[in-house]
Every structure is written in structure tokens, then in C-alpha cells.
């Protein structure tokens, strides 16, 4: 049940775009996004439900495709600040919480 | 503070022992997750309690690991005849309804350390 993400590392300037993917065996209820730094716990980043609703960060954007059980989260303008792990959370109808294995962003000046 | 707090930060035990983690959620938070997370690694799950039920424990790796959340609010992790191998950091996540609908709420964890 475990989604898998990629790609696994990525490294940016600042100011630069990337994009995560989550993607899903199973049929999904919601998405959530997490990031987490070096020593800390995760903190989350967006939510996203069946029927499009989203709810979350301001500077962040992501897309859920419930037919193909995807989700993207979209990173424009990276900043410094972004660096650190993103984990995808997918969603089932019992309410099982799953991670992916996490990307690693890495922002450079 | 309102956050999820999870007791005790560190803790180390010798093989063989029973050790026993608390997490208190997020006041009113309906349900709460436990997973384990290995260095660089997403979160495990490992059980999941609605109120004070426990609806799904399909992620605990074998008989030496239990859970409870008695009252529908603390819950306690415990681990018997500990092994090295049970040696990652411990984090549970509280949210206010199911994960379904709103955003979880994660603890700084607990790092469990056999030795």
C-alpha cells in the first residue's frame, strides 16, 4: 500500500521549479503533503480530497488525479527555505495513512 | 504547548527489555497514527485508533508490538523483549477527524535505541 514517489533526490538553484510525484496501486481518498527537515518531525505542506478540494500552503500547489491515483506537488520559485524531504501521504477509504519514501530537495543559492 | 508531545525524547534499553512510548494528541483529536521512521525514510505506519479503537494494527511488525488508547485521548506504543532491530525513532501523528479530510499533526518522536 506503500506510494511510491519520484524522483528521489532533486537539486535546485534558487528560483527554480520542480515538480514530486505520488502515485498509488490503490483507489485513493486524499493526498497529503509533508515536508521535513534534518532533526525534525514532518510538518505538512496540503491536503487534497476526491472532488478537487484543496486546502493548505499558500506558495505551494498541488494536483490530485483520482482516476490514475496520482498526486503532483508543484514548487515554483524555489527559495531557500524549501530544502528538506517531501513526503507524499495517500489516503484510503479505512483511513490508513501511507508514506512514500520521501524525495530530498535540495535548493541551492 | 498544543502540539502533539510524545514521551520520553530518547530512550535507551538493553536487549530483551519491554520498553513503553507515549503520545498525547492534539486535545480533542480524534484520531491518531503511530509510525516508526528509519533514517531517510518515509514514515512506517504501524497502527491507527479512532477514538479508542483500534481500526487497523496491520502495520505492527509482529506480537512483541501492542497499542492502546484506553480513554480515546493518550495512547501508549509498547514494545516486549526488545531487539536491535526495533531501534528507529517512534513518531504519531494526531488529527482532528480521519486523515481523510484534515491535515495530521506529527510529534517530535521518540528515539528508541537497543543495545
Known amino acids: 500500500q506503500q506510494p511510491v514517489q519520484s524522483p528521489q533526490a532533486v537539486i535546485l538553484r534558487e528560483g527554480e521549479d520542480a515538480v514530486i510525484n505520488c502515485s498509488s496501486s490503490k483507489a485513493l481518498y486524499s493526498v497529503h503533503w509533508y515536508r521535513q527537515k534534518h532533526g525534525e518531525a514532518p510538518v505538512f505542506l496540503m491536503i487534497l480530497l476526491k472532488g478537487g478540494e484543496q486546502k493548505g500552503h499558500e506558495k505551494i500547489s498541488a494536483s490530485f488525479n483520482e482516476k490514475k491515483q496520482q498526486s503532483s506537488l508543484y514548487l515554483t520559485a524555489s527559495q531557500l527555505s524549501y530544502s528538506g524531504t517531501y513526503f507524499c501521504?495517500?489516503?484510503?477509504?479505512?483511513?490508513?495513512?501511507?508514506f512514500g519514501a520521501g524525495t530530498r530537495l535540495t535548493v541551492k543559492p | 504547548g498544543a502540539g502533539v508531545s510524545q514521551s520520553p525524547r530518547y530512550k535507551v534499553t538493553k536487549r530483551g527489555q519491554d520498553v513503553a512510548l507515549r503520545c498525547d494528541p492534539i486535545s480533542g483529536h480524534v484520531s491518531l497514527y503511530w509510525y516508526r521512521q528509519a533514517l531517510g525514510q518515509g514514515p512506517e505506519f504501524l497502527t491507527y485508533f479512532n477514538y479508542e479503537a483500534q481500526q487497523d494494527k496491520s502495520g505492527l511488525p509482529n506480537d512483541r508490538f501492542s497499542a492502546e488508547r484506553p480513554e480515546g485521548s493518550i495512547s501508549t506504543l509498547t514494545i516486549q523483549r526488545t531487539e536491535q532491530r526495533d531501534s528507529a525513532m517512534y513518531r504519531c501523528?494526531?488529527?482532528?477527524?480521519?486523515?481523510?479530510?484534515?491535515?495530521?499533526?506529527f510529534g517530535q518522536g521518540t528515539r528508541l535505541t537497543v543495545v
Open positions: 501523528a494526531s488529527s482532528l477527524m480521519s486523515a481523510r479530510h484534515t491535515e495530521a499533526f
Open positions: 501521504g495517500t489516503v484510503y477509504n479505512n483511513n490508513d495513512m501511507r
